[in-house]
């Protein structure tokens, strides 16, 4: 229940009496401070007025005054510059390293605001602040839901910059990694990224305007070009399959090549239960695909973000059309009618919402370029929102989810709020809480 003392505390939920002192001073809050997330005092620069002293410094909260000790502050100079300590239970004084006796407030968590924390920690249904969506203003709800998607988007950011880190500054391989990963659309992601990692780029290359060449090096890479990866149905088909044998022979040859290196495990695949175009082996034709026109590149996205109709120039670089094989098999040895491959616009804006705006986000964060940023940002303005079962229990609730920035928002809300039962840090949560009191 400390969380929630701080909660009180930030938010000035203070009882209507006047306030002191356990030494019987009077105490007016004249900034509870800023929140302090990391080590060290709770609130930094706070000003409190006790008696006739205005004091500005830092204020540490606990439940009990005992816990000062306990967590041994008594002895950590960092809290010398503390002005006010504040607990629920007032058992015993406290003193500064130097040995200075703090004031103490001892203040209680309002018993309507508890009984309604507990109610959201508790409950079942999602969202738990469902009662209150429907009577939201409308600039609190825009302003939280637009912090909400620049959060989603700082986090993938970072993640980029935690794959740059491993290349010494390799921009091409971060996208094509990236890139991979989503090209797994969740059940294969991390395959996926598994798989890219081993992909040599310094070294195919050369190779990049053969598109056979690619898609041997691709599939090989995958472990589907092992005769075991051929299902029990299409096995007997597969190894008469002039094309699957083609692309092993010329896969033995790149690694001959190459020395292509470890190739991964074909049972790592997941297949069950996805519709036939996103099975992997039509998946990775298509990224071979991509990857043959030149279009992993990050110049080629930078300057297709800069132009006056971003979408469609993205559009064009992630066409992600397939070698002509693909048009009449789902795997290989087992045909189906010809149809024309290519990625659906639903699947195009998932790879720009997960790959295009993350990477440009941080290239553009790394490189001081705040017109790219902000035309990164306008992307997801532009995008229409996701579906997924998350944005339909919020439309159920009343808040409207029109652009792939709300649709962010609200997934970042879910996973990092929600999920986490941290209604405290919550804007719907605050109104919640507010609504009640």
Not at 138 to 167: G, N, P, Q
Not at 258 to 272: N, R, S, T, V
Not at 310 to 318: C, F, K, S
Not at 408 to 416: D, E, G, P, R, V
Request: charged content about 25%; proline content about 4%; aromatic content about 10%.
């Amino acid at each position: 229940m400390e969380k929630l003392l701080h909660y009180v505390w930030k938010h000035r939920l203070l009882p209507l009496r006047a306030l002191q002192t356990t030494d019987g001073q009077d105490i007016e809050i004249l900034d509870p401070g800023l929140a302090n997330p990391n080590a060290g005092p709770d609130f930094f620069n706070a000003k409190v007025r006790i008696g006739e002293t205005v004091w500005a410094g830092n204020v540490e909260i606990h439940l009990r005054s005992s816990d000062w000790f306990r967590h041994g502050h008594e002895n950590n100079e960092n809290y010398d510059n503390v002005v006010l300590h504040v607990a629920s239970v007032i058992d015993c004084e406290v003193t500064t390293s130097s040995g200075k006796r703090l004031p103490q407030l001892q203040l209680d968590i309002p018993a309507d605001l508890s009984l309604r924390y507990e109610n959201l920690q508790q409950a079942e249904d999602y969202p738990r602040c469902y009662r209150v969506i429907p009577g939201l203003d409308s600039f609190r709800v825009h302003s939280w839901m637009d912090t909400l998607a620049v959060e989603r988007i700082e986090e993938k950011a970072r993640r980029v910059m935690e794959r740059l880190k491993k290349t010494n500054g390799n921009w091409e391989w971060v996208l094509f990694v990236t890139l991979a990963r989503n090209f797994g659309f969740g059940i294969n992601g991390d395959v996926f990224e598994t798989w890219a990692e081993r992909i040599p780029l310094e070294r195919i290359g050369k190779h990049r305007d053969e598109l056979f060449q690619i898609e041997a090096i691709f599939l090989g890479m995958a472990g589907l070009l092992e005769a075991d990866s051929l299902p029990p149905n299409s096995a007997e088909h597969g190894a008469d399959d002039e094309y699957f044998l083609r692309l092993q022979k010329e896969f033995a040859y790149q690694c001959r090549l190459f020395g292509l290196g470890a190739i991964m495990p074909y049972q790592q695949w997941k297949d069950l239960c996805l519709r036939p175009q996103n099975f992997p082996h039509i998946r990775l034709a298509e990224l071979a695909w991509i990857y043959h026109k030149g279009n992993v590149a990050l110049a080629k996205l930078k300057d297709a973000v800069m132009e006056e109709k971003a979408l469609e120039a993205l559009r064009r670089i992630l066409v992600g059309e397939t070698s002509e094989y693909w048009h009449t098999h789902i795997m290989f040895g087992q045909a189906v009618e010809k149809r024309q491959l290519h990625l659906s616009p639903a699947s195009q804006n998932l790879l720009i919402i997960n790959t295009v705006v993350p990477v440009l986000y941080a290239y553009a964060m790394s490189h001081d370029n705040y017109l790219l940023r902000e035309r990164v940002l306008d992307l997801l303005q532009l995008l229409p929102a996701e579906n997924n079962y998350i944005l339909r229990q919020w439309k159920e609730c009343g808040l409207k989810v029109n652009t792939a920035a709300d649709s962010q928002a609200l997934i970042q809300l879910k996973q990092q709020y929600c999920d986490r039962h941290d209604c405290l840090r919550c804007s719907f949560g605050y109104e919640y809480l507010k609504s009640q009191l």
